[in-house]
C-alpha cells in the first residue's frame, strides 16, 4: 500500500533533475507491486527533523517485521565499488569519488530508530509483565538502487547483495520480508519470537511518519497565488505656493505612484493526497490528519501562513478545525468534520 506519494518538484538543475528522475522511477516500480498489498507499506521521500537535525529518506517499506530503507542513486553510466567499499563513477567522462550509499541509508536508518523511541510509549504496546517494547531491536535493512541503464561494477569479494538496479529492488524486498517471515515460523516452534509489530502498532506508526513529514523547502508557484492591487489615494495634489514669490506658481507635478502588487499564497485545498478527493474527516492519533472517506488513506494537514511563512497550529472546537498562526495572531476556519 502506498501511504505517501513522491513529491513533485521542479528541478533546478540537471544534477538534481537526475536525482528526481531515479527516484520517479522505482516510486513507479514500488506503486506496480505493492499498491493493493496492505500488509507492505511504503513511504516516497519521507524526510523527518529533530532540532537542527534532518533526515531524507527515499524510499522507506514498512511491514509487520521491521522497515527497509531504499536509496535512489542516478547512475546512468558506470559505477564502481572497491574490495574496501570505496565508491566511484563515470560523470562527464572522468572518474568521481562518490559517498557510499549504502553508510547514508545506514545513518538514515541510524536516525529513524533514535526518532522514534523519542515516541516509543505512544507507539508500541507493551509486552508481557508490563515491559515496555523498543525500536532499538527492530530491524532496518538498507537496499541501494541505481537507474536500470546503469552498470555496476563489483568487487572481487562481492558484498554488494543490497546494490541493485532499480527494477530488481521490488524481489529483494519481497525476500527480505520472506526470511523474515521463515525466521518467525522457526522461532515460534521453539517457543520464542521474532520482532513482529501488530496491526495496531503498524497503524499508529504509519499515522505518525506520515504526519511528522516535513518537506525540505515550501517552492510557492505563481500559479497558486493571488495578486491583490493595494489602492492608492485619489485626492488632488495640494499647491505650491513660494514664501519668497508674491507671485502664485504653478502646482507641481509629483510622479504617480505605481499600485503597489502584494503577493499572497492561497491556502491550499482540503483534498485526499491520494485519489483527489474531497470528502474527508480529520482524526487525532499524536497529531491532526485527514483520513479520506473515499479510498481510506491519509493525508497529512500541512498549513502554512501565508504572512510569515510559519507552519500553523490546529486548534479544534467541536467539529470545526481552525489554523492559528501566534506569530501573526491569525485564526481561519479550514475544515468542518460532517461525523466523528
Not at 520482532?195 to 505518525?208: H, V
Not at 497565488?225 to 505650491?240: E, H, M, Q, R, Y
Not at 510622479?255 to 478527493?277: D, E, G, M, R, W
Amino acid at each position: 500500500m502506498i501511504i505517501k506519494n513522491l513529491e513533485h518538484i521542479d528541478p533546478v538543475n540537471q544534477l538534481e533533475k537526475a536525482g528526481h528522475y531515479a527516484e520517479s522511477q522505482l516510486a513507479f516500480y514500488l506503486k506496480r507491486e505493492f499498491k493493493d498489498e496492505p500488509q507492505i507499506l511504503v513511504f516516497n521521500n519521507l524526510r523527518l527533523q529533530k532540532g537542527n537535525d534532518a533526515c531524507q529518506i527515499d524510499h522507506l517499506v514498512l511491514s509487520q517485521y521491521g522497515m527497509i530503507i531504499v536509496e535512489s542513486k542516478s547512475v546512468t553510466t558506470r559505477v564502481v565499488v572497491n574490495e574496501l567499499g570505496e565508491w566511484k563513477r563515470w560523470f562527464n567522462n572522468v572518474w568521481q569519488g562518490m559517498p557510499s550509499p549504502i553508510l547514508q541509508a545506514q545513518r538514515q536508518g541510524k536516525f529513524l530508530k533514535d526518532y522514534l523511541e523519542d515516541h516509543v510509549e505512544n507507539l508500541l504496546n507493551k509486552l508481557m509483565f508490563g515491559r515496555q517494547a523498543h525500536f532499538t531491536k527492530m530491524p532496518i535493512d538498507v537496499l541501494v538502487a541505481i537507474s536500470d541503464s546503469g552498470i555496476i561494477d563489483r568487487p572481487k569479494n562481492d558484498k554488494l547483495a543490497n546494490v541493485s538496479k532499480a527494477d530488481q529492488i521490488v524481489d529483494k524486498i519481497k525476500s527480505i520480508i520472506s526470511e523474515y517471515r521463515k525466521l518467525d515460523s522457526l522461532l515460534n516452534l521453539s517457543f520464542k519470537v521474532a520482532y513482529e509489530l501488530n496491526k495496531n502498532e503498524i497503524l499508529k506508526i504509519s499515522d505518525f511518519l506520515l504526519t511528522h513529514h516535513q518537506p525540505s523547502q515550501a517552492k510557492t508557484s505563481f500559479s497558486n497565488v493571488i495578486v491583490t492591487p493595494i489602492k492608492t489615494s485619489s485626492s488632488p495634489l495640494p499647491k505650491v505656493i513660494s514664501v519668497n514669490s508674491t507671485a502664485t506658481k504653478q502646482p507641481v507635478a509629483k510622479p504617480l505612484v505605481k499600485p503597489v502588487v502584494k503577493v499572497v499564497p492561497q491556502y491550499p485545498q482540503n483534498i485526499c493526497s491520494h485519489c483527489q478527493s474531497k470528502n474527508l474527516t480529520i482524526l487525532y492519533v499524536h497529531s491532526y490528519y485527514f483520513r479520506c472517506n473515499d479510498c481510506g488513506k491519509n493525508t497529512a494537514v500541512k498549513n502554512i501562513c501565508p504572512t510569515c511563512g510559519d507552519r500553523e497550529r490546529t486548534r479544534k472546537s467541536g467539529l470545526q478545525f481552525f489554523s492559528e498562526c501566534e506569530k501573526c495572531n491569525n485564526s481561519r476556519l479550514f475544515h468542518t468534520n460532517i461525523s466523528v
